[in-house]
């Protein structure tokens, strides 16, 4: 059972330039998110998706897109990168929301970095 | 707005003794506030988790209490070991007006336990 799988788990890009970090998930979550964790800030919430076809802006959506074509899939996109980008993305995915009786499993994380 | 405030930033302990990270958090509808350890290079994990019918619950050296009225809950560890040296983040459920509950993190308390 890999669980949360996330890919790559490292890129340098050069300013301007576009990517998509994969996550897939084998657990038949309905939930899916995408974070990024920069020193001191703790963990922040890029999109989120709440099933298959659906996705929803987080607390830094800015500079990002998502999407969810598959229940086990979600993608996140940055379009034209910036420094500002650099930083470490977790993906995470649960069965339902969070209240209080279901688990978020987080990914091994992808380390970008924007120059 | 949204917000988890996470205190001490950093801590250090000797081995064997307790240590104890606070966090408050602002929706008073939170109702569901789990706890991550993550270790260097490593995904977040959840350790212990409280919901908000609940005043305490322990997990053998770890537990976790909750405060509504004050709006603050802490995480305790007792006699402390090497391994449990990691960054340890608080989170709270939050309820926007989409109704669906998501999770804010603290920004996280490094814990280092010296032999």
């Known amino acids: 059972n890999a669980g949360v799988t996330q890919t790559p788990k490292f890129r340098v890009l050069k300013t301007g330039q576009s990517m998509t970090l994969l996550c897939a998930q084998d657990?038949?979550?309905?939930?899916m998110y995408w974070y990024r964790q920069d020193p001191g800030m703790g963990l922040r919430l890029i999109h989120y998706s709440v099933g298959e076809g659906t996705t929803a802006k987080g607390e830094v959506p800015d500079g990002y897109n998502v999407s969810r074509l598959k229940k086990q899939n979600f993608l996140l996109g940055l379009e034209s990168a910036a420094p500002s980008q650099t930083s470490v993305y977790f993906c995470?995915?649960?069965?339902?929301?969070?209240?209080?009786?279901?688990?978020?499993?987080f990914g091994q994380g992808t380390r970008l970095t924007v120059v | 707005g949204e917000n988890v405030e996470q205190h001490p930033s950093t801590l250090s302990v000797q081995e064997g003794d307790s240590a104890v990270i606070k966090c408050t958090y602002s929706d008073s509808a939170s109702n569901y506030f789990p706890w991550y350890k993550q270790e260097l290079g490593k995904r977040p994990q959840l350790i212990i988790d409280?919901?908000?019918?609940?005043g305490e619950k322990k997990d053998q050296r770890i537990a976790v209490t909750l405060n509504k009225t004050a709006k603050h809950f802490s995480l305790h560890i007792t006699e402390t070991q090497p391994e449990d040296s990691a960054v340890y983040f608080c989170?709270?459920?939050?309820?926007?007006?989409?109704?669906?509950?998501?999770?804010?993190f603290g920004t996280g308390t490094r814990l280092l336990v010296s032999p």
């Open positions: 995470a995915s649960s069965h339902g929301g969070f209240r209080g009786d279901t688990e978020a499993f």
């Open positions: 409280i919901r908000s019918n609940v």
């Open positions: 657990m038949n979550h309905e939930y």
């Open positions: 989170a709270a459920s939050i309820s926007p007006d989409t109704g669906f509950q998501k999770l804010v």
